[in-house]
């Protein structure tokens, strides 16, 4: 069975710190991968996603993650946080059909 | 455009009522999905819906859980003789299955407390 597993549950950064969420899922087949993001008050959306090509993608808001197959990982990163980036943050793996699985999340705080 | 809809916004019942909870996907989206999420979780997968048709059900936790999308647009979540372990907040979400691949698109949730 799939599985996601997101390392942090909580991080709490400085404005203008760098920032890593790290994602590891379970699958060896081909797969889609995503990151959403829920700010307070808000609904999920759709950060950035990977389906095939560039491992490295970049999404909204100056984020970007790299899709390394050997280590199973989907790793978000941004160089430099904002208050504004303040969020949880989702992994979320599609083995190629429509289940697809999410990871617990990672609760983001940036301190302005 | 308008995005997912999700009706009611916050619904408390008792243990062991029926509850019904709406979505109304994005117009032209043929996919549509249901989850549900916990506090402290990630979106748990329920059920899928490719049109009219059930796709994939295999997350329904029991058959006190059912869901119909009978025109291939709104769906109904139908849950019967409610627990309070059902308590949670459920989400609906659709895609566009043929264009831009699996992204999907989250309505604002339901928040069901069973007491």
């Known amino acids: 069975a799939q599985s996601v597993s997101q390392h942090n549950h909580h991080v709490i950064l400085s404005e203008a710190a760098s920032l890593e969420l790290g994602c590891n899922y379970s699958?060896?087949?081909?797969?889609?991968l995503f990151w959403y993001v829920q700010y307070p008050g808000q609904h999920l959306q759709l950060l950035l996603k990977?389906?095939?090509?560039?491992?490295l993608v970049k999404g909204i808001k100056g984020f970007e993650a790299e899709f390394i197959k050997s280590k199973f990982s989907f790793n978000l990163r941004k160089p430099s946080v904002q208050w504004s980036d303040t969020a949880e943050y989702f992994c979320a793996v599609n083995a190629r059909g429509f289940k697809t699985i999410f990871g617990a999340g990672t609760r983001l705080f940036v301190k302005a | 455009g308008a995005g997912v809809s999700q009706t009611p916004s916050n619904k408390v019942t008792e243990k062991g009522k029926y509850v019904e909870l709406r979505c109304d996907p994005i117009?032209?989206?043929?996919?549509l999905y249901w989850y549900r999420q916990s506090l402290g979780q990630g979106p748990e997968f329920l059920i899928y819906?490719?049109?009219?048709?059930?796709?994939?059900d295999s997350g329904l936790p029991n058959d006190r859980f059912f869901a119909v999308r009978p025109e291939g647009s709104v769906s109904t979540l139908k849950i019967q003789r409610t627990e309070r372990g059902d308590s949670a907040v459920y989400l609906c979400a659709s895609s566009l299955t043929r264009t831009g691949g699996y992204e999907q698109y989250f309505g604002p949730g339901t928040r069901l407390t069973v007491t």
């Open positions: 819906f490719q049109g009219t048709g059930a796709a994939d």
């Open positions: 990977y389906f095939s090509g560039d491992p």
């Open positions: 699958y060896g087949g081909t797969v889609n």
């Open positions: 117009s032209g989206h043929t996919a």
